[in-house]
Nanobody, 117 residues
Framework: QVQLVESGGGLVLPGGSLRLSCAAS????????MGWYRQAPGKQRELVAA???????DYAAFVKGRFTISRDGAKNTVYLQMNSLKPEDTAVYYC???????????WGQGTQVTVSS
């Protein structure tokens, strides 16, 4: 079992920044990849960014150059630094953990990000 707890969401003006955090606990030694997904109202959940244990990163095209994913192994925490936010970035952001040893990924409860003037 893995528990993921997100924090850092909120309301921000267009062009502003937010940093999301995801703290993992439980069987974290099994985790291969952690990532951030988002889901806007009426839309499917989509990958935003992911990072492997080795530090390799992957980004969705719509956030490249604006968002940065990073991890702090000592704190078992993954971050998503979001800059130059746009109204279309408004969504619930979910933390995700995957392992080749698991039959399914684990998800956090989600944190709301609203970009609006």
């Amino acid at each position: 079992q893995v528990q993921l707890v997100e924090s850092g969401g909120g309301l921000v003006l267009p062009g502003g920044s937010l940093r999301l955090s995801c703290a993992a606990s439980g069987s974290i030694f099994s985790i291969d990849t952690m990532g951030w997904y988002r889901q806007a109202p009426g839309k499917q959940r989509e990958l935003v960014a992911a990072i492997t244990n080795g530090g390799s990163t992957d980004y969705a095209a719509f956030v490249k150059g604006r968002f940065t994913i990073s991890r702090d192994g000592a704190k078992n925490t993954v971050y998503l630094q979001m800059n130059s936010l746009k109204p279309e970035d408004t969504a619930v952001y979910y933390c995700n953990a995957k392992s080749r040893l698991w039959s399914r990924p684990y998800w956090g409860q989600g944190t709301q990000v609203t970009v609006s003037s």
